[in-house]
C-alpha cells in the first residue's frame, strides 16, 4: 500500500512512541527520514540493512518485534527461500488510538478487559496460558518485600502455583515478566503494600478472555494473518493452478478456478473463526450466558461466552491471540456515531440509539471491506444483504438505568402524519449530493403500526399524549421514579409499556432528516452505515470550511456539492452574490485545495473571454488533501512532544524514580514541581490536539 510521507513518518514515530527506536528503524532510517519499508516497498534483510544502516542481526531483531505486534507482513518464496517484509500501514496508525480503544473497552467490558487489551497491546500476539499468567502477575496485588528479600507466605504463593504451568514461584526474580515494583528501596519506604488481598483468580481472567474473543475484540492468530491479503490471494491462486495443468481458458474453465479460489479464501476465513465462533456457540446453548451481567463499573457485558467459554480457553491454552483492531474500530464508530445522534435528538433517544448499535454490533465484525477482505459465509452475507435487529433485541441491550419514558415529545394524533411515522423502507437512501432521498421509493411499504405488544384499548384512559399515541404514564413516572430498572424483574405490562416507548425513540430516529434509523421491517430495525458515515463527512467539511472560508465559502461549496458542475456565470446568480466576491473566494479555495475549475475552450484560440471555466467540488481528492494535512499536523505534535521532552529530561528523570511516583507533589522541590507540572500541560495540550485530528482521520477514512 503506497502512503504519503506525512504518514510514513507519522507510523515511525508511532512504533517509537510505544516500542522503541529500534522497531521503528525499519519504519525509519536515518537517511531520507521516508520509512524504509513504506517509501521502498517490499524489502529482505539485506536491503534493509543497507538503508538503515544497520548490521542484519538488529534488523532481524527488529523485524521480530514488529512483526510480533502485526506492523509488519512477511512473505516466503520457496523456490529461492528468500522472504520479503512489507509494512502494515493500517495497524501502525491504530496504534494513535490505543487510549480510545482502552477507554471504551473499559466502558463496555470492564477494568479486567481493559487491563487484558492493554497486556495484548505490549506482548503483541501470545499464547493464552501465557497471557493469563501473564495478567495475574502483573495486575494481582503484592506484599513488599524488605531490602530486596522474597516475599516467603507459602499460602499467598501457592495460589499462583497451582495454576502455573512454569512452576516459577510469585515474585521469584528470574520470571521474567515480574518486576521489582514490590521491592522496598534503600530508604525503607515500601511500594504497593497490601495486606491480606485475594489475588486475580485464573477462573475471572480466563472467562473475560473469553467474552472478548467470542465479541470479536480478540481474535485467534493463524499462519496465514502474517501474510498480506494480496499475498495470501496469490498464494491461493498459485495452488489452485496446480489443479488446472493446462491453464485457465475459456468461461467455463475460468468459472471453476475461479470458485475454487473463493473457497480456499472461505475456507481460510473459517480457520481463523474457529475459536469465536466455538465460543460463541457454547454461549447460545448456555441460558445462563445469555443474561446480561451488570459490570462493576456500571456498563453492561454483551452477553457472550460464561463460564463454560473460560474451560474452552483452558482446554486450549496453546491458542494463540491478539487485538482486533477492525472490531475495535467498529466500537469507536458506535461511539463517534452516539455522540452525532445525541447533538441532533437528546440524551435519551440516544441511549436508544446506542442499543441498537450494540445489538448491531454483535453481526458487524469490520468497518471496511474491500476486494482482499477474508470474511467467512457468516460474513459476506451480512455484508451484502445488511444486519437487522427486532425491537426485543434493541430492549435486552438497553442500559437499566435509562428511563424511556423521557426525551419524548406530545403530540395528539390529528398532527402525526401516520403514512410517514410508520413508513418502512426496504432499501437504504440513495446520497445526493449532501442530502438523502427522503421520497418513498419503490418496493417501500406504508402500514398503520407494527407494534404488536401494546394493548390500544387504554390509550383513552389518561389524556397524555407521548409521540402521537395516547399512551399513559404509571404512577412511578408520575412521581419522579424512572422506569429504567432491572427489565427481567418487571411485569409483562411494564415491560410491553417501555417496549412502546423505546419504539417511540426509535420512530424518532427514523423519522429524522438525518434517517439515523431505518424501519426496514415488521418490528426490525437497521443502520445505514455508509449514508451515515458521508453526513459525518460533509458535517465535518463544512465545519472546516466555514472556519477558513466564512458563510459564504460555505455556501458556494454546498451549491457545488448537490448541482454539480456550474460555470462562473451561473454561480453568482443561485449564490446570491457578486460576481467579483465569487471569483475571489473561488480562487481563494481553489488555491487551499478545496475546489477544482475546469476550462472549455469554445475554439481553438483558447482566448479567455471565449473560454467556459466550470467550478466543481471533487470529494475525494479534497479528503485526501485534508487527511494529508492532518498526518502532517499529527507528525509536528509527536515532534514537538518530543522536543519538550528533551528540554525537561533532568525533570522527567527525577520523576520517573519509583520513591517519586504517585507523590511529585511532596517529594519534589518547588522549582522542580512547576517545571513538571508545565510539562504535563504541554504534553496534555499536544496529544488532544492528536486525538481531535484523529476523530478527522477517521470519519474522512476509517469508519
Known amino acids: 500500500m503506497l502512503v504519503t510521507r506525512n504518514a510514513a513518518d507519522l507510523c515511525a514515530l508511532l512504533v517509537n512512541e510505544l516500542y522503541g527506536q529500534l522497531p521503528s528503524v525499519c519504519f525509519s532510517p536515518a537517511s531520507p527520514p521516508v520509512a524504509a519499508l513504506l517509501a521502498r516497498g517490499r524489502s529482505n534483510v539485506r536491503d534493509l540493512a543497507l538503508h538503515t544502516s544497520l548490521n542484519p542481526k538488529q534488523v532481524r531483531h527488529g523485524l521480530a518485534l514488529v512483526i510480533q505486534h502485526n506492523l509488519v507482513f512477511y512473505q516466503t518464496d520457496h523456490e529461492t527461500a528468500t522472504t520479503t517484509y512489507e509494512a502494515n500501514p493500517q495497524a501502525s496508525y491504530h496504534l494513535v488510538r490505543v487510549g480510545k480503544i482502552l477507554d471504551v473497552i473499559d466502558r463496555k467490558y470492564g477494568t479486567m478487559a481493559k487491563n487484558l487489551v492493554n497486556d495484548l497491546l505490549m506482548l503483541g500476539h501470545v499464547e493464552v496460558a501465557e497471557l493469563v499468567r501473564y495478567h495475574r502477575l502483573k495486575h494481582s496485588p503484592k506484599k513488599a518485600k524488605m531490602n530486596g528479600e522474597q516475599n516467603h507466605d507459602h499460602d499467598h504463593n501457592a495460589e499462583f502455583e497451582d495454576e502455573d504451568e512454569n512452576g516459577l514461584e510469585y515474585g521469584d526474580p528470574s520470571d521474567p515478566f515480574d518486576d521489582d515494583s514490590h521491592y522496598v528501596n534503600g530508604n525503607g519506604i515500601a511500594h504497593e503494600t497490601t495486606e491480606d488481598v485475594t489475588p486475580i483468580q485464573a477462573n475471572e481472567v480466563y472467562d473475560t478472555l473469553a467474552q472478548l474473543i467470542a465479541a470479536g475484540v480478540i481474535e485467534s492468530v493463524v499462519a ?179 428511563d424511556v419514558s423521557t426525551g419524548i415529545g406530545s403530540a395528539s394524533e390529528e398532527d402525526i402524519d401516520i403514512r410517514f411515522a410508520e413508513k418502512i423502507r426496504k432499501y437504504p437512501p440513495q446520497i445526493q449530493g449532501s442530502h438523502l432521498q427522503g421520497t418513498l421509493d419503490e418496493g417501500d411499504e406504508v402500514l398503520g403500526s407494527d407494534d404488536e405488544d401494546y394493548d390500544h384499548s387504554g390509550e383513552h384512559l389518561k389524556g397524555t399524549y407521548v409521540n402521537g399515541h395516547n399512551g399513559y404514564h404509571n404512577s412511578a413516572a408520575q412521581n419522579g421514579t424512572k422506569l429504567g430498572g432491572d427489565h427481567s424483574g418487571e411485569g409483562h405490562s411494564s415491560r410491553a409499556e417501555q417496549l412502546r416507548q423505546m419504539r417511540q425513540h426509535l420512530l424518532i430516529l427514523a423519522e429524522a432528516k438525518q434517517q439515523f434509523v431505518r424501519h426496514c421491517g415488521q418490528n426490525e430495525w437497521t443502520v445505514d452505515f455508509g449514508p451515515l458515515i458521508q453526513q459525518l463527512r460533509y458535517v465535518e467539511l463544512d465545519t472546516m470550511i466555514e472556519d477558513n472560508f466564512g458563510r459564504q465559502g460555505l455556501r458556494l461549496t454546498r451549491i457545488l456539492r448537490e448541482k454539480g458542475k456550474l460555470d462562473d456565470k451561473t454561480l453568482p446568480a443561485m449564490a446570491l452574490m457578486r460576481k467579483p466576491d465569487v471569483h475571489v473566494k473561488m480562487a481563494e479555495m481553489e488555491m487551499a485545495g478545496f475546489l477544482e475549475v475546469q476550462e472549455v475552450p469554445r475554439d481553438n484560440n483558447r482566448a479567455a473571454n471565449r473560454t467556459m471555466f466550470f467550478w466543481f467540488f471533487d470529494e475525494a481528492r479534497t479528503l485526501k488533501r485534508v487527511l494529508d494535512n492532518a498526518y502532517k499536523s499529527m507528525v509536528r505534535c509527536l515532534e514537538r512532544l518530543e522536543v519538550e521532552r528533551y528540554n525537561k529530561r533532568n525533570v522527567l528523570l527525577t520523576a520517573d524514580r519509583k520513591d517519586v511516583q504517585g507523590k511529585e507533589e511532596e517529594k519534589l522541590r518547588g522549582d522542580i514541581y512547576n517545571e513538571y507540572l508545565e510539562f504535563i500541560e504541554v504534553e496534555k495540550k499536544l496529544l488532544s490536539q492528536v486525538s481531535r485530528l484523529d476523530d478527522l482521520v477517521s470519519v474522512f477514512q476509517d469508519f
Open 224 to 402: 496465514t494473518m502474517f501474510q498480506s491479503p494480496q499475498d495470501l490471494k496469490a498464494s491461493v491462486e498459485q495452488e489452485c493452478m496446480k489443479e488446472f495443468p493446462n491453464g485457465v481458458r475459456g468461461a467455463k474453465v475460468t468459472t471453476e478456478f475461479d470458485t475454487m479460489v473463493k473457497s480456499q479464501i472461505k475456507a481460510i476465513g473459517v480457520e481463523r473463526a474457529t475459536m469465536k465462533r466455538k465460543l460463541q456457540e457454547s454461549a447460545l446453548y448456555e441460558p445462563s450466558n445469555i443474561k446480561r451481567r451488570k459490570l462493576a463499573n456500571g456498563g453492561m457485558s454483551n452477553g457472550f461466552a460464561g463460564d463454560s467459554g473460560g474451560s474452552i480457553l483452558r482446554d486450549e491454552p496453546n491458542t494463540v491471540v491478539r487485538l482486533n483492531f477492525d472490531k475495535c474500530l467498529v466500537e469507536l464508530r458506535n461511539q463517534k456515531l452516539t455522540e452525532h445522534v445525541e447533538d441532533f435528538v437528546g440524551e435519551t433517544t440516544a441511549q436508544v440509539f446506542a442499543a441498537l448499535l450494540a445489538s448491531l454490533c454483535k453481526k458487524v465484525y469490520r468497518c471496511q471491506h474491500d476486494q482482499h477482505t477474508i470474511m467467512t459465509e457468516e460474513e459476506e452475507e451480512t455484508y451484502f444483504t445488511g444486519v437487522r435487529v427486532t425491537s426485543e433485541e434493541i430492549f435486552d441491550h438497553l442500559s437499566p438505568g435509562v
